[in-house]
C-alpha cells in the first residue's frame, strides 16, 4: 500500500496567518489525492479533490497543489474556524490510504 | 440533503460479532459506491472496507480481511458491516462515507460523511 506521510504532525498559528501543510506519498500518485478538514466530534468534510480542486462551498481561502509525490494544503488566513486537524488521501491505487493528520491549534 | 446515519455500533466482548448499518437518503444510493472507514480513540483515518453501486466489487483492509463482510441492500438505501471475531484493536467510531463514483478499486475519495457508530471491544 502506498505510505502517505504530512508534516508537521501538528502546530500552532495564529488567525490570519498563512499557513502550509504538506503530505508526501511514498511513490508518484499523479493528481489523485484528497483533503478532508475534522473538526473534534465531527465528520471529515471533503475541502479537496484532484490535489487542488475546491469541493463546493469551500472557502477560496484553502488551496492545494502538487503532482507525483508532494503535495501542500494552504490557508491564505487563517480563521478561527480552521483549527481542526486536516487529512490527505490518495485514491490513485488499492486500498487508498490516508496521512496520519495535522492538527492546527490556537497560538 | 445528503445524510448517512449509522447505527449498530456498542460494547462487545472480544471474540463476538456486530452488524452495523447506515441508512443513506438525499441521493439516488445505488448510483454510488460506498465505504466504511474507522478511527480510533485519538488516532487518524483507516479505510476499512469499500463496495461498489451493485455489489459487484468489494475489498478489505489487510486487518479486517476475513473476519468483516460488507453489503447493501439498495431497495432500502442502507449499507452493512458484519464484524465477526472481533479484537479489541477494532475499537473505533465507525463512518460511513460515499464514494463520488459508482464502480469498483482503486475507488475515489468521499464527498459525504456519516457522524459514525462506536464500537468498543472490551471484556
Known amino acids: 500500500a502506498i505510505r502517505m506521510t504530512q508534516s508537521p504532525s501538528s502546530f500552532s498559528a495564529s488567525t490570519g496567518d498563512r499557513v502550509t501543510i504538506t503530505c508526501r506519498a511514498s511513490q508518484g500518485i499523479s493528481s489523485y489525492l484528497a483533503w478532508y478538514q475534522q473538526k473534534p466530534g465531527k465528520a471529515p468534510k471533503l475541502l479537496i479533490y484532484?490535489?487542488?480542486t475546491l469541493q463546493s462551498g469551500v472557502p477560496s481561502r484553502f488551496s492545494g497543489s502538487g503532482s507525483g509525490t508532494d503535495f501542500t494544503l494552504t490557508i491564505s488566513c487563517l480563521q478561527s474556524e480552521d483549527f481542526a486537524t486536516y487529512y490527505c488521501?490518495?485514491?490513485?491505487?488499492?486500498?487508498?490510504?490516508f496521512g496520519q493528520g495535522t492538527k492546527v491549534e490556537i497560538k | 440533503e445528503v445524510q448517512l446515519v449509522e447505527s449498530g455500533g456498542g460494547l462487545v466482548q472480544p471474540g463476538r460479532s456486530l452488524r452495523l448499518s447506515c441508512a443513506a437518503s438525499g441521493f439516488t444510493f445505488d448510483d454510488y459506491a460506498m465505504h466504511w472507514v474507522r478511527q480510533a480513540p485519538g488516532k487518524g483515518l483507516e479505510w476499512v472496507s469499500g463496495i461498489s453501486w451493485n455489489s459487484g466489487s468489494i475489498g478489505y483492509a489487510d486487518s479486517v480481511k476475513g473476519r468483516f463482510t460488507i453489503s447493501r441492500d439498495n431497495a432500502k438505501n442502507s449499507l452493512y458491516l458484519q464484524m465477526n471475531s472481533l479484537r479489541a484493536e477494532d475499537t473505533a467510531l465507525y463512518y460511513c462515507?460515499?464514494?463520488?463514483?459508482?464502480?469498483?478499486?482503486?475507488?475515489?475519495?468521499?464527498?459525504?460523511w456519516g457522524q459514525g457508530t462506536l464500537v468498543t471491544v472490551s471484556s
Open positions: 484532484a490535489a487542488s
Open positions: 488521501q490518495q485514491y490513485y491505487s488499492y486500498p487508498g490510504t
Open positions: 462515507a460515499k464514494d463520488i463514483r459508482g464502480g469498483g478499486p482503486p475507488w475515489e475519495y468521499f464527498d459525504y
